[in-house]
């Protein structure tokens, strides 16, 4: 049995809408409620113009006439709006992966936090994951019988609002220190929407109620019944900017993810993997984000979300389905996405496949192309992010989508994220592959489903390891004479079976939760 091919049979991944199937599709208006995209129109010399990109698809034979795709844009007046990183909200983790009993540490836009679940007032809760007294790492601690956060280094407590309850080395009859305000935790603004935890990366004080003046994008379809929901998460060895633009390029899925998604097969194919042209325009570009209308409907969200959706009628049937996903700036060379897929068609598999299996094909998807960005990123960030464009060659319109993202980034972030001088810029160095694809602590040991499932896995396996040696023994201690020959070799049989489907599943283990070591010149 070839695993790797089964799981994402058994658990089908994302059907990716092309030009095959964009005339029986019906694309909706934005699903997002909380975003008001607003352009400034372009001056130029005074007066307003309107830009607009309308490349062909295959490049002319004169190179010189050959730009790349710019997206299609109205906008008003040269005045440059600068992205503020820390007026937004980001999701840090599903809550279906957060377990109540412990603290969680997370690091968004470089910042170390604690997760934490406050059983007093029933909510999660996002701190500052670093203890007032040394500066050791809250996460690592405990909740107590009380509730609190404890610090397990020297047991100072805190409680739901950030204030230290008890310093445990501080005399009863001194003075109250724990009261001070040097001694009370940074509290962050946190909020659970589509059962994901977000957090406002701001402690000031002034933000404590933001959450009343601006909220994470709304999803509708999140919360529609109807809709069967898978969700993950993982933590990835490559920027943002590149665990992004790679998500808003459709053209690539035939080619990295070969054999693992389901593309349709265009009419005419000009090689084995089906590439087709991709006719994408970028629309309404602000510091919001962009639309892009043309194809497959996506919208970019600043910072965090890209999603694409459709209506897709197959055999007279209403098949929708909703990508989305959420790109987390973790530190330079490291992201994390989270990812939720919606459907209406098909929702009984999720009745009868245990999400871990689901995964199995997700992280497949993952590690086609993980070490393509990886080396990828190096490149570019050793021309320097803003010159993109000059190093990087796109003819096509397929394109359009990545380059509307790099000129987001660039005119609005100034082509970096601000990390508040906590990093120098540069990237960490390249560990060795099977530490760069490794799976588990990337994704396992943060994820309740499939971490229950190596766990379960692992006991089988040592479970039919004994199995094996008991039966084994059994035949030892035994006399001849009191054991038929039939006894014997079904015994010897068994023990065989077990000892081999050991091997089999320490091999299964090792592969979907471990690493699995991807050569697309094998596929």
Not at 8 to 24: E, G, S, V, W
Not at 271 to 285: A, H, N, Q, T, Y
Not at 337 to 344: E, G
């Amino acid at each position: 049995m070839d695993v790797l091919r089964a799981a994402p049979a058994i658990c089908p991944l994302p059907f990716i809408p092309t030009a095959a199937t964009r005339n029986k599709t019906q694309l909706p208006k934005s699903i997002f409620h909380n975003l008001n995209l607003k352009l400034p129109a372009l001056t130029r010399n005074g007066s307003k113009s309107r830009l607009f990109m309308t490349l062909s698809s295959t490049p002319s034979s004169t190179m010189e006439s050959i730009e790349p795709p710019m997206p299609e844009l109205e906008a008003d007046g040269l005045e440059e709006e600068r992205f503020d990183w820390y007026s937004q909200w980001y999701p840090v983790m599903p809550v279906c992966d957060l377990d109540k009993r412990v603290p969680h540490g997370k690091k968004v836009l470089g910042l170390d936090l604690v997760v934490w679940w406050d059983k007093n007032e029933n909510e999660w809760k996002v701190f500052d994951d670093t203890c007032p007294h040394r500066l050791a790492p809250l996460s690592e601690g405990r909740i107590d019988q009380w509730g609190r956060l404890q610090c397990v280094y020297h047991g100072w407590c805190f409680n739901g609002n950030g204030d230290c309850k008890i310093i445990p080395q501080d005399p009863l009859d001194g003075p109250p220190v724990h009261t001070l305000k040097k001694a009370c935790m940074a509290v962050y603004p946190s909020v659970v929407q589509h059962d994901i935890v977000w957090v406002w990366p701001n402690a000031d004080p002034q933000y404590k109620d933001i959450i009343t003046k601006k909220k994470p994008p709304y999803i509708p379809e999140l919360d529609d019944p109807l809709f069967s929901r898978q969700m993950g998460n993982r933590d990835l060895p490559y920027g943002y900017e590149f665990l992004i633009e790679n998500l808003m390029d459709f053209a690539h899925l035939p080619y990295a993810h070969y054999g693992i998604m389901g593309t349709p097969t265009p009419k005419v194919k000009v090689d084995r993997e089906g590439g087709i042209p991709l006719d994408m325009k970028v629309k309404k570009l602000d510091i919001n984000g962009f639309v892009e209308q043309e194809w497959g409907n996506s919208n970019f969200i600043a910072p965090c979300i890209f999603h694409a959706f459709a209506d897709v009628e197959v055999d007279e049937e209403n098949r929708r389905f909703l990508l989305i996903f959420m790109c987390v700036p973790v530190s330079p060379g490291n992201s994390r996405l989270i990812w939720i897929f919606l459907r209406k068609f098909g929702v009984w598999i999720d009745q009868i496949v245990p999400r871990w299996m689901f995964h199995i094909g997700v992280n497949l998807v993952l590690d086609s192309d993980l070490y393509l960005l990886h080396v990828e990123e190096r490149k570019i960030m050793e021309i320097g992010a803003t010159n993109w464009q000059k190093a990087c060659f796109l003819p096509t319109k397929s394109d359009a989508t990545v380059v509307g993202f790099r000129r987001w980034f660039n005119k609005y972030a100034g082509g970096e994220i601000d990390w508040k001088g906590k990093y120098s810029g540069t990237l960490p160095p390249s560990p060795p592959r099977e530490q760069l694809m490794d799976r588990y602590w990337s994704h396992v040991v943060n994820c309740k489903s499939c971490n229950c499932a190596y766990k379960g896995l692992k006991a089988l396996e040592v479970m039919l390891q004994i199995m094996s040696i008991i039966l084994i023994g059994i035949i030892a201690v035994t006399k001849q004479k009191m054991m038929s020959m039939v006894a014997t070799t079904t015994i010897v049989s068994m023990a065989i079976i077990c000892f081999a489907a050991s091997k089999w599943l320490a091999h299964f283990i090792y592969k979907n939760f471990h690493y699995h070591g991807y050569n697309h010149a094998f596929r």
